[in-house]
């Protein structure tokens, strides 16, 4: 009994720990971030002109994107008429493919088969009623049919970086192999809002599309973006938006992919299988355009651009210099700077700071500017970026100094070394051969003699 309630007491404290260690992992090291939640199954709110990650929530979850796929469709289309391969005027006709992929209940701008309808025409209808009919007329004006069109936008999104996405047609009715994420959402609404033309559909209230030979009235159609117009959906104006696109099936649940400008900031969010609020009717209940309100309200508010790092911070490692005139280190100073757009609760003095020298020391002379290594903001294991070390002043180089260390460096090289060897053997030998080739002489010379006093006594005798 003893036993068991011990090894109860044990998995208790283990689940407690297991729990704190989780909740300490979650911290993000700021407030403001770790207090909001957007009730949506995935959501993303980026800073399109640095790409900074305001939140994120499954941003890289697999989700299936209902008519925002209409935004890659029109991206390429005015792609191609950058390239000179249509114009927005042009006039094309709807074929028999206007339908391809298309199931019941569609939405649609009642475009017909045979209908001759302009490039412009056909790009509002897709992103203002969400035609889905106006995306297959588009295809084949740019790719000639369908099915090449779709490769060109799954060839497209490679290109733009968005891993998670593959298109399986050009509207975004529900199709089990056709899906994307939050993220990848955002970097093709990125690219699409460089676009002046999209812009200014996107963020249009409406637009009267022209007669044409199957509609001889004007037909005016409405944004189903409730950010926009109130024409579908009353209660949800946002008077900073700036668009994009709505999306919805029953699979995909409620998707918007939206911006807005404020005080010359700008913001792109999307949030994905948004439920709607139960038993709500009318304009009543739409979670996915209040989320998105309150995400970009919560942007605008908590997040300031701050300076992390420029060439004011100090307390950097110095450097040892050799063979310096008058110092024998110099400091050193970061050479440009880092800026992000930060919560306000988080401050540059949060963030670390880690150092990589070129080498341990440098050698005189050395300039003011030269780079000798490199330094890194990080903050909660982000990087937020890396800037060059410069030697903050000149070092000359000392004469003296220079010229003993070349003279030793000189000796120092193995070439030299073999060298000196190889003389140091040769004058060796050279000494023990003149020690040694003397005495051979000397023993010589008494022989010499001893013949020349054989010769005296041979004269002798005669």
């Known amino acids: 009994m003893k036993k068991s309630r011990l090894l ?58 209902a008519s925002i796929t209409k935004v890659m469709t029109c991206l390429l289309t005015l792609e191609a008429v950058d390239e000179g391969k249509l114009t927005l005027e042009q006039t094309v006709t709807a074929s028999s493919a206007l339908h391809t992929g298309i199931g019941a209940g569609a939405s649609t701008a009642d475009i017909k088969e045979g209908e001759q309808i302009r490039i412009i025409d056909l790009l509002y209808a897709a992103l203002i009623p969400s035609a889905n009919e106006a995306c297959n007329v588009m295809a084949e004006a740019v790719a000639g049919d369908v099915a090449s069109f779709v ?16 298109f399986a047609n050009t509207h975004g009715y529900h199709d089990d192999d056709h899906y994307t994420s939050a993220y990848d959402i955002f970097l093709m609404c990125q690219e699409a809002m460089k676009h002046e033309t999209f812009r200014t559909i996107v963020s249009s209230k409406s637009y009267d599309m022209p007669a ?37 099936t029953n699979e995909s649940g409620y998707c918007l992919a939206a911006s807005a400008t404020k005080d010359d900031r700008s913001l792109i969010s999307v949030v994905m299988g948004c439920e709607r609020e139960p038993g709500t009717t009318g304009s009543n209940g739409f979670i996915y355009f209040k989320e998105t309100i309150r995400m970009f309200e919560w942007g605008f508010k908590n997040f300031s651009t701050q300076t992390i790092l420029d060439s004011t911070k100090r307390d950097i490692p110095e450097i040892e210099v050799t063979l310096g005139k008058g110092t024998n280190y110099v400091t050193l100073e970061p050479q440009g700077e880092i800026t992000a757009l930060l919560p306000n609760d988080v401050s540059p003095e949060d963030f670390e700071f880690s150092y990589t020298l070129n080498a341990d020391t440098v050698e005189a002379p050395v300039e003011k500017g ?7 903001a990080t903050f909660n294991d982000k990087e937020y970026g890396s800037l060059p070390l410069v030697a903050s002043i000149n ?9 003993v260390d070349r003279i030793q460096k000189f000796f120092s090289q193995l070439w030299v070394k073999i060298i000196l060897v190889i003389l140091l053997v040769v004058i060796v030998l ?25 010769y005296s006594g041979r004269r002798r005798r005669r």
């Open 430 to 454: 050279l000494i023990v051969r003149r020690l040694f080739g003397g005495r051979r002489r000397s023993r010589r010379g008494g022989y010499s003699y001893s013949g020349g006093s054989h």
């Open 212 to 248: 044409t030979n199957m509609h001889p009235e004007v037909r005016t159609v409405h944004s189903t973006n409730a950010l926009i117009s109130n024409w579908n959906v009353a209660g949800y104006l946002y008077s900073y938006a700036t668009g994009i696109k709505t999306g919805h």
């Open 395 to 403: 070092v000359e180089a000392d004469p003296l100094l220079y010229y």
């Open 151 to 166: 490769e060109l936008m799954n060839q497209r999104a490679s290109e733009l970086g968005m891993a998670d996405t593959h």
């Open 8 to 65: 109860s007491w044990m998995l208790a404290l283990a689940l407690i720990a297991g729990l704190l260690t989780t909740f300490a992992s979650a911290s993000s090291g700021s407030a403001i971030l770790d207090e909001m939640d957007v009730n949506a199954k995935a959501a993303v709110l980026v800073d399109p002109n640095t790409n900074e990650v305001l939140y994120e929530k499954n941003a890289h979850e697999k989700m299936y994107p």
């Open 370 to 376: 030269q780079v000798l290594g490199t330094i890194t």
